[in-house]
T-cell receptor
Framework: AQTVTQSQPEMSVQEAETVTLSCTYD???????LFWYKQPPSRQMILVIR??????QNATENRFSVNFQKAAKSFSLKISDSQLGDAAMYFC???????????FGTGTRLQVTL | NAGVTQTPKFQVLKTGQSMTLQCAQD?????MYWYRQDPGMGLRLIYY???????DKGEVPNGYNVSRLNKREFSLRLESAAPSQTSVYFC??????????????FGPGTRLTVT
């Protein structure tokens, strides 16, 4: 079975500081893709960043970057210079090369304080 | 270009009533999905359609049926609603029926309460 584990139900960060959200996953396949989705109070699911497993270089999107450790099956999200608008639920998800559906973690609620 | 649209946004049902959640996408995507989101459970896949004319069960299909009406539309039906089906329902679509690296685009969600 393919699983995604987010061990931090809640995290808090001060504005302008850096925070890292953890995610581990389990799959026996070698071809897969990893994602972080953000869900603000509006409920809309927004893609933050994606990582292809075959790429060694960690993905970055502006203030968002990942630390992808394939051997450890770890995919953490780093948010730099945190802003109030970053407050949301963050979901880690992955999809394998043979499947056509995402597997989601249970989410981490991020609070941003002044 | 509206992306993925869902109707209704909110619905309250009594136990035993039936209803259909509608989903449409205008991005010419091949694959469409229905998820439910419950507190502390993340998103769980109910059904998906890898391409027009096909549907498959996901993780939690019991109590639901789906119809891929055409390439654009994918509906979810609750034949006899139960309180356990109280949840937020999301429809999503993606370009390819294979994993690829294609992003899943989500609709705004439907909050369903069954009393």
């Amino acid at each position: 079975a393919q699983t995604v584990t987010q061990s931090q139900p809640e995290m808090s960060v001060q504005e302008a500081e850096t925070v890292t959200l953890s995610c581990t996953y389990d799959t026996s396949e070698s071809d897969y893709y990893l994602f972080w989705y953000k869900q603000p109070p509006s409920r809309q699911m927004i893609l933050v960043i994606r990582q292809e497993a075959y790429k060694q270089q960690n993905a970055t999107e502006n203030r968002f970057s990942v630390n992808f450790q394939k051997a450890a099956k770890s995919f953490s999200l780093k948010i730099s210079d945190s802003q109030l608008g970053d407050a949301a639920m963050y979901f880690c998800a992955f999809i394998t090369g043979t499947a056509s559906k995402l597997t989601f973690g249970t989410g981490t609620r991020l609070q941003v304080t002044l | 270009n509206a992306g993925v649209t869902q109707t209704p946004k909110f619905q309250v049902l009594k136990t035993g009533q039936s209803m259909t959640l509608q989903c449409a996408q205008d991005m010419n995507h091949n694959s469409m999905y229905w998820y439910r989101q419950d507190p502390g459970m993340g998103l769980r896949l109910i059904y998906y359609s890898a391409s027009e004319g096909t549907t498959d069960k996901g993780e939690v299909p019991n109590g639901y049926n789906v119809s891929r009406l055409n390439k654009r539309e994918f509906s979810l039906r609750l034949e006899s609603a139960a309180p356990s089906q109280t949840s937020v329902y999301f429809c999503a679509s993606t370009k390819s029926g294979l994993a690829g690296n294609y992003e899943q685009y989500f609709g705004p969600g439907t909050r369903l309460t069954v009393t």
